[in-house]
């Protein structure tokens, strides 16, 4: 085992304590590899969902609970048997920004965190963290700046429900709870989400950059994100804000290079913004401007992610 993969193994294994966690949103992508990730762990992993009995896709090992929407009194129960809760709740954003899909973007996200902070101020038992789940859209669009943990947030649609969404649960850390802000870049998975969408092109031999191809893609292999999630979990010293991404961020045209390369396919069919635009509307800045978001914080605490480089994620991706 060379040296990389033996201080993974470690972090790992120096994480590994049993824990109750509970998943609010456990059924969505990240929900779901995350859930795996901690059973394999050897945790107790209970999925919330607001009707038990028609909740889909949980892992093997994982069971199932009842979280109301309506009234914190009634999630007490569950909220004192946990030692860790996981706010992961969230309407999708991958669709037209119509007003009304604005405002269940807004409201899934900033209302559940609140229900979740008055449910935890009533518990006598409070749960020892709180993962509290963002995104690098927090930022805005910001060019070519790099952008860290530090950097202020910046201006649209999606950075206000970030900020909105993170201060939602933030007065649970005068609770005594141990509170962390996960910001997660754009997630490669297999099945679902922006890869296989994007490869979809690159299979009939139309694939290329979307836009200019020069906004910054923050991407993250979906193993990583279930890794890193659990790391900070496990570890007492994490709080306050983790970008949760790549430490090789790339731009949208190296990526489609890296896809061209990985399925045998050209990558020179670029398809011009303003068809992105007519096509997606407002939501079309989530693919025609980017952030180059590094994960300083989770790096210093000795997280090693597993797939650092596009080509070896999409090599595992695509196999």
């Given amino acids: 085992m060379d ?16 824990m109750n966690i509970s998943i609010i949103g456990g059924t969505g992508l ?21 009707d038990p009995g028609r909740a889909k896709s949980i892992p093997r090992g994982a069971s199932v609970g009842e979280w109301n929407t309506y009234d914190p009194n009634r999630n007490v ?3 004192e048997k946990s030692d860790a809760v996981i706010n992961l709740a969230g309407a999708s954003i991958m669709k037209r920004w119509s007003k009304s899909n604005k405002r269940k973007i807004r409201q899934s996200r900033v209302e ?29 669009s910001r060019g070519n700046e790099e952008i860290t943990e530090g950097s202020v947030p910046g201006e649209g649609f999606l950075a206000g429900v970030a900020v909105e969404w993170e201060d939602s649960t933030a007065p649970v850390e005068k609770m005594g709870v141990r509170r962390v802000v996960v910001r997660t870049g754009v997630v490669l998975s297999r099945k679902v989400g ?7 092109p690159f299979r009939f031999f139309f694939g290329g950059p979307l836009g200019s191809g020069r906004q910054w ?12 999630i659990g790391f900070l979990i496990k570890n007492k010293d994490a709080g306050g804000v983790f970008n949760i991404t790549s430490p090789q961020p790339v731009t949208n045209r190296e990526f489609s290079r890296a896809l061209g390369r990985a399925l045998h396919r050209p990558a020179v069919f670029r398809v011009p913004a303003f068809l992105i635009r007519l096509l997606l509307g407002e939501m079309s ?10 994960p300083a914080k989770i790096i210093d605490l000795g ?17």
Avoid: C
């Fill in 30 to 50: 990240i929900g779901r590899a995350l859930a795996e990730e901690l059973v394999r762990s050897g945790d107790d992993v209970t999925v919330l969902s607001r």
């Fill in 194 to 200: 922006a890869l296989p969408m994007t490869a979809l």
């Fill in 77 to 79: 129960e569950i909220i």
């Fill in 112 to 140: 559940t965190g609140k229900l979740i902070t008055e449910s935890i101020s009533q518990a006598k038992k409070k749960p020892s963290v709180l993962i509290q789940a963002s995104a690098v859209g927090y930022y805005g």
């Fill in 303 to 319: 997280f090693r992610h597993r797939f650092p480089d596009i080509e070896s994620a999409l090599k595992d991706l695509l196999k």
């Fill in 217 to 228: 893609m923050p991407w993250i292999h979906l193993d990583d994100v279930a890794r890193a």
């Fill in 3 to 18: 040296s990389t993969l033996l201080a993974i193994h470690n972090i790992d294994m120096d994480m590994k304590s049993n």
């Fill in 285 to 294: 800045t989530v693919v025609l401007e980017g952030q180059k978001a590094m």
